[in-house]
C-alpha cells in the first residue's frame, strides 16, 4: 500500500498528515494519486495543500505532487519577501499561485511530450495567521476549520460539475475563473483539509456542513501529541483500516493542524 506521512510541530502549531492508496487503486495496481504539503513561514503562519489527482489521468499522480509543491513554494517565496496583510493582496497571491501551479503542470507536459489533461488534479490551499483564514480551491475534497469559540464550520466546500461524479481540474480550460477563494478574517484553532475519498465521512450530503463525531475527537487529541511524527503514522492506519475501507475505495487524504495552548507556547 503506497502512503504519504509528514507532521510538523512548531511553537505555536502541531500538523499531521497522511495519504493512503484506496483499496480500488491497490486492487486496480493503480498508485497513489493523492499529495499533500505543509510550510511554516514565520513563527505563526501555516501553508498546507492538498491535491487529489484525476484517476482517468495518466499522470495524475506527477500532476498532484508537482501542483503542492509549486503551489507552496510560491507562496511561501512572496511571503517572506512580503507578508500580504490586505484581503485584497491575499486574494491576488492565491489566484496567482493556481495559475503558477498550472503553468507548471504544462511546462511537465511539454517535457513528458503529453497533453496537460494527463496531469490533472484538483487543488485545496490554506493559509493560516494570527488573524486570517484563507483558502483556495479547486475541484472536490474541502476543508473544515473551528474558531476559538468551538464552533465548526467547512470554510471550502466540494466543487461539483454539470454531472454526477464530474469535478472540475487545475488543468480544465478556464480553470482559473472557477477558483474559489475565501479570506476568513478569524484566528483559528483547529483545521482539516481532506481529499473527497473521505467526504462519505466527514461531510453531511444535504449541506457539506461537517460531521462533528468526525473531527471532534481528533481535534481534541491533537493537543496532548508528543510525538507528531508518530501521531502521523497513527492517522495512516486509521485512514487504511477496514471501518473506513468500508465506506470508500479511494485514495484518502487527511490533514489535521492544531494551534498551541498559550500556555503550552509560553513553556516552550
Wanted: hydrophobic share 45%; net charge negative; with cysteine.
Amino acid at each position: 500500500m503506497d502512503c504519504l506521512i509528514q507532521s510538523l510541530s512548531s511553537a505555536h502549531w502541531i500538523i499531521l498528515g497522511s495519504s493512503v492508496q484506496g483499496t480500488h487503486h491497490i486492487r486496480e495496481n493503480r498508485p497513489l494519486q493523492d499529495a499533500f504539503g505543509i510550510r511554516l513561514v514565520g513563527d505563526d503562519t501555516i501553508l498546507i495543500a492538498v491535491a487529489d489527482g484525476v484517476g482517468s489521468a495518466a499522470q495524475s499522480a506527477i500532476g498532484a505532487h508537482l501542483a503542492v509543491t509549486t503551489s507552496l513554494n510560491w507562496i511561501e517565496s512572496n511571503l517572506w519577501r512580503s507578508f500580504p496583510y490586505s484581503h485584497e493582496d491575499w486574494e491576488g497571491l492565491f489566484r496567482e499561485t493556481f495559475f503558477k501551479a498550472q503553468v507548471r503542470l504544462e511546462e511537465q507536459a511539454s517535457i513528458q511530450g503529453m497533453t496537460i489533461s494527463d496531469f490533472a488534479t484538483t487543488l485545496l490551499l490554506v493559509a493560516a495567521s494570527a488573524e486570517n483564514l484563507i483558502t483556495g480551491q479547486i475541484g472536490d475534497g474541502a476543508i473544515v476549520a473551528m474558531g476559538t469559540d468551538g464552533l465548526l464550520s467547512t470554510v471550502s466546500e466540494p466543487q461539483q460539475g454539470e454531472y454526477i461524479n464530474e469535478t472540475f481540474a487545475i488543468t480544465s480550460p478556464d480553470s482559473i475563473n472557477f477558483v474559489q477563494i475565501k479570506i476568513n478574517p478569524m484566528r483559528v484553532d483547529s483545521l482539516a483539509l481532506f481529499s473527497d475519498g473521505l467526504q462519505r465521512l466527514t461531510l453531511h450530503p444535504q449541506d457539506n456542513s461537517p460531521h462533528p463525531p468526525f473531527f471532534a475527537p481528533l481535534f481534541k487529541q491533537l493537543p496532548g501529541i508528543e510525538n507528531a511524527a508518530q501521531a502521523a503514522a497513527i492517522l495512516a492506519d486509521f485512514l487504511a483500516s477496514d471501518r473506513v475501507n468500508s465506506l470508500t475505495g479511494d485514495d484518502k487524504t487527511l490533514v489535521l493542524a492544531k494551534r498551541k495552548p498559550l500556555e503550552s507556547q509560553i513553556e516552550e
